[in-house]
T-cell receptor, first 115, second 114 residues
Framework: AQTVTQSQPEMSVQEAETVTLSCTYD???????LFWYKQPPSRQMILVIR??????QNATENRFSVNFQKAAKSFSLKISDSQLGDAAMYFC????????????FGKGMKLTVNP | NAGVMQNPRHLVRRRGQEARLRCSPM?????VYWYRQLPEEGLKFMVY????????ESGMPKERFSAEFPKEGPSILRIQQVVRGDSAAYFC????????????FGSGTRLTVV
């Protein structure tokens, strides 16, 4: 079974600075998707960024980018120019290509942004 | 498009009562997923349904929990004889059929069992 590990339960960053959130996963599959979701206090799950495992190029979405290391099974999220609105819980998630399309989530990491 | 609608937003039940959680998927979405989030935890998959069919219920507790997605109307997650350990946030997500491009999550229902 696939597992997702987020080893840092909390992090903080100064506004306008850069922070990196780490995530590792375990799988025997060769093709899959990886995601980062943001959950603010409103509880809404918001997709931040996704990465297909077959793509070597790291995904980017504005201030958010990933460092995908397939061999190391590592998938970190970098947030540049941090803003107060980035404060939230961040969850890393894994999805297999076939089957029931379910996601396996890590336990999450609480990000605090200091003004 | 109103997105994935879940209601109620908050639900309080006494031990032994039944809880019914509703999820209306996005317009045009025929796949529904239910996840549970315990305090200080990530989301855990419960069940995946398509219209009138349960596709994968491998994450559902064996007793007291059931789910349906009828031809007409919302998907329902039903918890019978609730216990304190059922207190959690329950999230619904939907996706269209065809090539999978990701979920859209609802805002969740927070169930509190007193």
């Amino acid at each position: 079974a696939q597992t997702v590990t987020q080893s840092q339960p909390e992090m903080s960053v100064q506004e306008a600075e850069t922070v990196t959130l780490s995530c590792t996963y375990d799988t025997s599959e060769s093709d899959y998707y990886l995601f980062w979701y943001k959950q603010p206090p409103s509880r809404q799950m918001i997709l931040v960024i996704r990465q297909e495992a077959y793509k070597q190029q790291n995904a980017t979405e504005n201030r958010f980018s990933v460092n995908f290391q397939k061999a190391a099974k590592s998938f970190s999220l970098k947030i540049s120019d941090s803003q107060l609105g980035d404060a939230a819980m961040y969850f890393c998630a894994y999805r297999t290509q076939g089957g029931s399309e379910k996601l396996v989530f890590g336990k999450g990491m609480k990000l605090t942004v200091n003004p | 498009n109103a997105g994935v609608m879940q209601n109620p937003r908050h639900l309080v039940r006494r031990r032994g009562q039944e809880a019914r959680l509703r999820c209306s998927p996005m317009k045009g979405h025929s796949h529904v997923y239910w996840y549970r989030q315990l305090p200080e935890e990530g989301l855990k998959f419960m069940v995946y349904l398509q219209k009138e069919n349960i596709i994968d219920e491998s994450g559902m507790p064996k007793e007291r929990f059931s789910a349906e997605f009828p031809k007409e109307g919302p998907s329902i997650l039903r918890i019978q004889q609730v216990v304190r350990g059922d207190s959690a946030a329950y999230f619904c997500a939907s996706s269209p059929s065809g090539v999978w491009r990701g979920y859209t999550f609802g805002s969740g229902t927070r169930l509190t069992v007193v």
